[in-house]
């Protein structure tokens, strides 16, 4: 009936590494160099990073902001109204990234009467509300079609922006299009 007590020991068995530990961890090595070689390939591929350049697109997006884009989705379809996207003017590689929003699709008809985005004849639903008159409708003060491919964009700060309306930019087609803003930093 007398049992004996259990003794505490400071001294721990050696533990030995086997194959198996070894095995475990060349998995987990191998598991994490994949997954950050995989990130990597992601981002590069179908993402980049571009700051806004000029006071175009605020409220929005103000100069000096980085923004995500997101270069796979413009492969794969087409911009649609309200989308900001990141072009060269002219698929000019010298030249600074663009970032604006559309306005105007493929076979709409854009014009600028009064200081005011006219699409398809009809004021523009946001036109009033959101945006300052324009001063100058530059070459969309006669009524521009939109072929295939072709899109009209403008800056949200539409007095203080080189879009669509400048002859040196003029309308976009789907090759200058680097891509969709996915996210701002």
């Known amino acids: 009936m007398f049992r004996r007590r259990k003794r505490y020991t400071f001294y721990q068995k050696k533990k030995r590494i086997t194959s198996k530990l070894v095995r475990e961890i060349m998995s987990w090595a191998f598991v994490t160099v994949l997954a950050i070689f995989l990130a990597f390939v992601f981002v590069t591929s179908f993402g980049m990073q571009v700051k806004v350049i000029g006071d175009s697109m605020e409220p929005s997006y103000s100069n ?5 884009v997101n270069r796979l989705v413009y492969k794969i379809g087409g911009p649609s109204k309200g989308d900001v996207i990141v072009f060269l003017p002219n698929g000019n590689t010298n030249s600074h990234y663009y970032v604006k929003r559309v306005v105007a699709e493929p ?14 004849g ?10 300052d008159k324009m001063e100058d409708a530059g070459i969309a003060v006669n009524e521009i079609k939109l072929g295939s491919g ?17 002859a040196n930019i003029g309308i976009i087609t789907t090759k200058m299009m680097i891509g969709k803003v996915w996210y701002k930093l």
């Open 64 to 68: 000096g902001q980085s923004v995500l």
């Open 122 to 131: 009809t004021l523009a639903d946001d036109d009033n509300a959101n945006y």
């Open 150 to 166: 072709e899109y009209f964009v403008l800056g949200d700060n539409r007095n203080s922006s080189e879009d669509s309306r400048s």
């Open 107 to 120: 076979g709409d008809t854009v014009q600028i009467i009064d200081g005011s985005l006219y699409v398809n």
